[in-house]
């Protein structure tokens, strides 16, 4: 059974930074792409950040870019979310997902973790 569940979620200031965990299990991590979606209250799902299956190439939406950065290490089962430079539109719920290993949308894939930028 597929598995991503994150962490690293908090309360954070304008400006400040959090870095997201994805633990994963139930499928072979490292022959997959995957990436980061967030979705804030009353809005859409949307992705954020994205990450091919060995690590070497990234996209990011304008609105992270230069301020995100994804990660992951196959050797841990884990990808990464580094956030700096926060924003109060950042506040959202945050998950991991792998598109080739299910379907659905953010809140269909479990709890994710929940940042809110606010001073």
């Known amino acids: 059974q597929v598995h991503m569940v994150e962490s690293g979620g908090s309360l954070a200031q304008p400006g400040g930074s959090l870095r997201l965990s994805c633990a994963v299990s139930?499928?072979?991590?490292?022959?997959?792409?995957a990436g980061w979606y967030r979705q804030a209250p009353g809005k859409d799902c949307e992705w954020v950040a994205r990450?091919?299956?060995?690590?070497?190439?990234?996209d990011y939406q304008d609105f992270v870019k230069g301020r995100f950065a994804i990660s992951r290490d196959n050797s841990k089962n884990t990808m990464y979310l580094q956030m700096n430079s926060l924003k109060s539109e950042d506040t959202a719920v945050y998950y991991c997902?792998?598109?080739?290993?299910?379907?659905?949308?953010?809140?269909?894939w479990g709890q994710g973790t929940q940042v809110t930028v606010s001073s």
């Open positions: 997902h792998a598109p080739g290993v299910r379907a659905g949308l953010c809140a269909s």
């Open positions: 139930g499928f072979t991590f490292s022959a997959y792409a």
């Open positions: 990450i091919n299956a060995d690590g070497s190439s990234t």
